[in-house]
């Protein structure tokens, strides 16, 4: 079993402490407790690594943010029978519900520390397309991807995702095309360090801040504005042929990243070292904030998007079956 602190794979031991009710499961390598919840129900709800990848300040822990605002503000429960997320330790919980009210609140996280990220464990039932998985979201500062040595000290979570997730905030680079591929570059030398191999890893491109980028989203590549501006969670609501649309969608931003970005070396070298390569496009918050706090009630577009490609990479395809109808 995966331990999601340290991400080895172990048996978790049981332990009995005095004066505690029940056994606690410890992970046989790190000793860390692991939460019951976690343990006990491994096997339906298999662990799912979400890890942000990304320069300082392109909207990591925004996103991530958004995603929990998300699952417990909107009803996304009205529309989906049996959905439900829950967090798995107190940690999970406090993240989550903080981050939610946060956001609600019209404020925004601080720029996050430069240090080995505790994840923060949620369950998830019910999503359409989806198996029933825990995801481990993973989240620490951009400065750990701007050097493998650092990656390999406080990003070593990387190594577990089957699909890895670099956000990248276009309108936020002076020269997207060598700063896209100066990340990729880093993030394969890194891995190759922690002893993984980026050929079994799928590849997402998630272009953040859209609500900026969509000033390029005119002329023939209009039909990506239009792809976020009907992007509310709500077109989830009914989720057949959502994901052939992704498929669509990410061809289209594979051509404006070659077209329009000129990254041409970025996706030969994304081609050459992954499994696969799919691109999405987000607004965590929907418009930008002023300083450090939004003017108007965040209006998240297409975020469940790079979610679904994590899930849609991470599994066997068996587990699409009931979606696309095989
Ligand atoms: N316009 C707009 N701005 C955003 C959006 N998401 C994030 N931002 C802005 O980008 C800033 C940085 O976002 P974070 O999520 O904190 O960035 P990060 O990648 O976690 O940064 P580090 O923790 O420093 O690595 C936020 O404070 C917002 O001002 C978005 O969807 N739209
Ligand atoms: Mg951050
Ligand atoms: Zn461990």
């Known amino acids: 079993m995966l331990c999601p602190f ?37 096997r339906q709800y298999p662990p799912v690594v979400v890890s942000a990848i990304g320069f300082r300040q392109h909207g990591k822990t925004v996103y991530f943010a958004s995603l929990f605002y998300t699952l417990k503000k909107l009803t996304l429960a009205r529309d989906w029978p049996e959905f439900f997320t829950m967090g798995l330790n107190e940690d999970s919980l406090d993240t989550v519900y903080g981050n939610a009210e946060m956001l609600g609140g019209g404020t925004l996280p601080d720029s996050t520390p430069k240090n080995f990220p505790r994840p923060t464990m949620v369950r998830a039932e019910g999503v359409p397309m ?29 190594r577990r995702a089957k699909a890895a997730m670099l956000l990248v905030s276009v309108p936020d680079l002076e020269d997207p095309r060598a700063e896209i ?43 990506l504005h239009s792809y976020l501006l009907q992007g509310s969670v709500e077109a989830l609501a009914q989720p057949d042929g959502y994901m052939e649309r992704m498929y669509q969608v990410s061809s289209r931003l594979f051509d404006f990243t070659e077209q329009e970005l000129h990254a041409h070396e970025f996706i030969n070298t994304a081609q050459a070292h992954f499994k696969s390569l799919n691109f999405s496009t987000i607004s965590a918050l929907g418009a930008g904030p002023i300083g450090a706090r939004l003017p108007v009630a965040i209006v998240p577009r297409r975020i469940l998007d790079p979610l679904l490609w994590i899930m849609e990479k991470s599994f066997p395809k068996k587990f699409w079956r009931q979606w696309w109808g095989w």
């Open 181 to 223: 591929q100066k990340l990729l570059n880093t993030y394969v030398v890194g891995m190759r360090e922690l002893g993984g191999q980026t050929n079994d890893q799928h590849l997402v491109i998630v272009y953040t801040k859209a609500d900026q980028l969509a000033s390029r989203f005119t002329g023939r590549w209009q039909d």
């Open 130 to 158: 989806q198996p029933n998985c825990t995801m481990l979201f993973f989240d620490t500062g951009g400065e750990c991807f701007e050097k493998p040595t650092q990656l390999v000290q406080f990003a070593g979570f990387v």
């Open 6 to 42: 340290c991400l080895a794979e172990v048996k978790f031991k049981r332990q009995k402490l005095a004066g505690q009710p029940a056994s606690i499961y410890l992970c046989s390598h790190c000793n860390e407790q692991v939460p019951a919840l976690y343990a006990q129900d491994y």
